[in-house]
C-alpha cells in the first residue's frame, strides 16, 4: 500500500484560506491519481478532489469553486488548496492513491493516513 502523509491543516475564520500538503516517500508520487477525502464528526467519509497522473481534476460539488488540487511532481507532493472556508469545511483531511471518477473513492493501493484538521470557525 502506498503511505502517504498529511500536513497543513489548523484553525481558520470563515472566508479564510489554506493549503494542504500530501507527501511521498519511497514511490514516484507521479505515477499515481490522488485523492482529498475529508470526515466531519458524525458523517460520512467524502471524496472532495483528485487528480490523476496527466493532471486532470474533479471535484465534489460542496466545494466546486472554491477548492483547488494540484500536483508537483518535482516534490513528490499533491496540494489542496482552500480558499473561502465554511464551517461545514471543518473536518479530519485525508489523501490517498485514488480513482479520479465521481464519487471520488480510495484505490486499490491507498491507504489511510493520520489526516490533518482542519476547523473553520470564528
Known amino acids: 500500500q502506498l503511505q502517504l502523509v498529511e500536513s497543513g491543516g489548523g484553525l481558520v475564520q470563515p472566508g479564510g484560506s489554506l493549503r494542504l500538503s500530501c507527501a511521498a516517500s519511497?514511490?514516484?508520487?507521479?505515477?499515481?491519481?490522488i485523492g482529498w477525502f475529508r470526515q466531519a464528526p458524525g458523517k460520512e467519509l467524502e471524496g472532495v478532489s483528485c487528480?490523476?497522473?496527466?493532471?486532470?481534476?474533479i471535484y465534489a460539488d460542496s466545494v466546486k469553486g472554491r477548492f483547488t488540487i494540484s500536483r508537483d511532481n518535482a516534490k513528490n507532493t499533491v496540494f489542496l488548496q482552500m480558499n473561502s472556508l465554511k464551517p461545514e469545511d471543518t473536518a479530519v483531511y485525508y489523501c490517498?492513491?485514488?480513482?479520479?471518477?465521481?464519487?471520488?473513492?480510495?484505490?486499490?493501493?491507498?491507504?489511510w493516513g493520520q489526516g490533518t484538521q482542519v476547523t473553520v470557525s470564528s
Open positions: 487528480i490523476s497522473v496527466s493532471g486532470s481534476t
Open positions: 519511497g514511490f514516484n508520487l507521479g505515477y499515481y491519481a
Open positions: 490517498a492513491a485514488a480513482t479520479c471518477r465521481a464519487p471520488i473513492q480510495i484505490g486499490a493501493r491507498g491507504s
